[in-house]
Nanobody
Framework: QVQLVESGGGLVQAGGSLRLSCAAS????????MGWFRQAPGKEREFVAV????????YYADSMKGRFTISRDNAKNTVYLQMNSLKPEDTAVYYC????????????????WGQGTQVTVSS
């Protein structure tokens, strides 16, 4: 069982930055691939980024490449999402999720979810 708690969301102006954190419970955090998803009002939850537990490499949705960076600190059981050059269309609730797959970009591939943190980007 893994419990996930996101933090770091807030209100930021376009062009600004935020760093989201996701703290995980459990002693096996290092064996989970961690993903970030987001959901805007009236839209489906979409993939943002994932970091593999095997390679530690990040993989991103096309619209986030070059702006977002995913990282993890296994000693702190925490995964991060650094978001730069934010745009109003990045406004959404951001969720972290955990899976034991090597990599996942679909919501159904994840077993555990956090409660989400709101990110609002003003124009």
């Amino acid at each position: 069982q893994v419990q996930l708690v996101e933090s770091g969301g807030g209100l930021v102006q376009a062009g600004g930055s935020l760093r989201l954190s996701c703290a995980a419970s459990g002693r096996t955090f290092s064996s989970y691939t961690m993903g970030w998803f987001r959901q805007a009002p009236g839209k489906e939850r979409e993939f943002v980024a994932v970091i593999s537990w095997i390679s530690g490499n990040g993989y991103y949705a096309d619209s986030m490449k070059g702006r977002f960076t995913i990282s993890r600190d296994n000693a702190k059981n925490t995964v991060y999402l650094q978001m730069n050059s934010l745009k109003p269309e990045d406004t959404a609730v951001y969720y972290c999720a955990a899976t034991q797959k090597v990599r996942g970009t679909r919501t159904y591939e994840y077993d555990y979810w956090g409660q989400g943190t709101q990110v609002t980007v003003s124009s």
